[in-house]
């Protein structure tokens, strides 16, 4: 990892009508457009969905690095994350977001080590650790029973 700070730019582009087109140093370029609930088409990438998305995002990389630490072998990890916004007090914000993380391991892993792993990724997230809505997370551990068969 680089020293920090670190410091991320993003440009966003738009006309009176129309997506708004993001750009980021090398990136390729990504349209948003506000969702269904705000009067928008519904079939692009929004700021909320973008955020949710980081959300989820940030917490699978945060596992990799906790579980590569760790030594923690895991096969899969699938993330879905809502994030609820809300009118509190007259000003409308996310104020939490649920993270639901299904992880799968090898046979033979301990469950708890797992379930310490996707704690710690949930403490660790630096997007969640941003926010000042709530975090809550929903863990699933697997054991994979195939690979005890496959192993005998």
Not at 47 to 56: C, D, H
Not at 95 to 114: I, K, S
């Amino acid at each position: 990892m680089k020293p920090l700070p670190h410091v991320y730019q993003v440009g966003a582009t738009a006309a009176p009508e129309g997506d708004v087109e993001l750009q980021a140093g090398r990136l390729p370029f990504l349209h948003s457009a506000p969702p269904a609930e705000f009067g928008g088409p519904g079939d692009r990438w929004s700021p909320e969905t973008f955020l949710a998305a980081a959300v989820g995002d940030c917490f699978v990389l945060t596992f990799r690095a906790v579980a590569r630490a760790a030594k923690l072998p895991w096969a899969s990890l699938r993330v879905d994350v809502a994030g609820t916004l809300d009118r509190i007090d007259r000003v409308t914000r996310f104020t939490g977001f649920d993270v639901r993380a299904h992880l799968l391991v090898p046979a033979g892993t301990p469950v708890n080590q797992a379930e310490a792993a996707l704690l710690k990724a949930e403490q660790n997230c630096l997007i969640s650790n941003s926010l000042s809505s709530t975090v809550h997370l929903h863990a699933d551990v697997v054991v994979d029973q195939s690979s005890a068969q496959d192993a005998a």
